[in-house]
């Protein structure tokens, strides 16, 4: 390989499709034995498979054969307007985080949408769209590896929302555990707060609830948290919190009232088949009402499992956000909880509150 060439510059420029090096390089990718232009269209061959050469002789010379789209050995037909689609791709990677719609880069390059679009697809192989999202993609991992939460990353980079971030991931070649790990084990964000019930750990991942703990003390709590997930990077949060979990903490705060949740939070906890399908039960029982081992086991089809519903009751990794302390003994007890019977007893007494002052009226 030509000395010349600096392998992290020519990469850079094949990420990019940078037609204006077109010319000045090729690469050659060793698992399908073809050469290409910088700005080939097609889909982009994995690092370790890529080699750079000065001259289409070089590459030739190694073995190479000439690629059938960018055709790389023939003379550089420029379009005419790979200028002003050039200008469109810098502006879309200096707004990458805004929303970009079809109209707004109309207006910015003076062409009509359907124009845009054919003579965008046609220099660079993609569509605006996609071109949007690739950029937020790399800005996205850009941070990650610059040590920023996931899950102000996905708000960063312009994702808006992790399942948006999850839909473009596939496409972009990234799995969503590679997200998750940033490269590295699952990371799990907490924090701890007061409620009525004492002191309360949230804790969760990019994409739900993993744990809520209550207790009396913060230390306890976080080495539970450490037990249950071994293989996690426990980061701690600090205010102001992302949105998301500002919304968990709202939820939660409100569910340690007796109240009821507006809408229920996501979970992101490992649990078996059988404790999903209680803890999906439970959720659906109204605040104010209970109902025993017995009933639950029943609900979800399988009379028999009393026992196995406590069990899963007694190992809920999530307070309040699944009611496990809605299911009482069938002598009206309210039976053990995870968190203390005492906690149990107080936490249905709130919830029958608004329902009685209801009643008295
Ligand atoms: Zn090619």
Not at 118 to 128: I, K, M, Q
Not at 219 to 226: C, H, M, Q
Not at 339 to 354: A, G
């Amino acid at each position: 390989m030509n000395p010349a060439l600096d392998p992290d510059v020519c990469w850079k420029a094949v990420l990019s499709r940078d037609a204006s090096l077109d010319g000045e390089f090729v690469f050659a990718v060793r698992s399908t034995g073809v050469y290409c232009r910088p700005s080939c269209p097609a889909r982009h061959p994995l690092r370790r498979n890529v080699q750079f050469y000065a001259t289409v002789g070089e590459a030739e010379q190694a073995g190479f054969r000439a690629c059938l789209r960018c055709k790389p050995n023939q003379p550089q037909m420029r379009h005419p307007q790979s200028d002003l689609v050039a200008g469109l791709c810098r502006y879309i990677e200096a707004h990458a985080p805004d929303n970009l719609s079809l109209q707004k880069l109309s207006e910015q390059s003076g062409l009509s949408p359907t124009h845009l679009l054919r003579t965008f697809r046609a220099v660079t192989g993609l569509t605006p769209k996609q071109y949007h999202t690739a950029c937020r993609m790399k800005n996205f991992k850009g941070l990650l590896r610059k040590g920023v939460r996931v899950t102000d990353a996905i708000y960063d980079a312009g994702f808006g929302s992790s399942s948006r971030l999850y839909e473009n991931a596939g496409k972009m070649g990234l799995t969503p555990s590679e997200i998750r790990s940033g490269g590295a084990n699952t990371w799990i964000y907490y924090t701890t707060t007061t409620t009525d019930l004492g002191l309360m750990l949230v804790a969760g991942t990019d994409r739900g609830l993993c744990a809520v703990e209550l207790g009396e003390t913060t230390e306890p709590l976080v080495k539970a948290l450490a037990e249950q997930y071994p293989n996690a990077s426990l980061r701690p949060l600090q205010e102001p919190y992302p949105e998301s979990f500002r919304r968990w903490i709202d939820t939660l705060q409100m569910q340690a009232k007796g109240l009821a949740p507006r809408k229920q939070l996501p979970l992101d906890i490992q649990v078996s088949e059988f404790q999903m399908r209680v803890y999906q039960h439970l959720r659906t029982i109204p605040v104010g009402k209970t109902q025993t081992y017995g009933e639950v086991a029943a609900a979800i089809g399988q009379p028999q499992a009393s026992r196995a519903v406590g069990h899963a009751c007694a190992t809920n990794p999530v307070a309040l956000t699944v009611p496990c302390h809605r299911v009482v003994l069938s002598n009206g007890e309210a039976g053990g909880y995870r968190w203390s019977e005492e906690r149990k007893r107080k936490l249905l007494e709130l919830e029958q509150k608004p329902a009685k002052t209801a009643a008295s009226r």
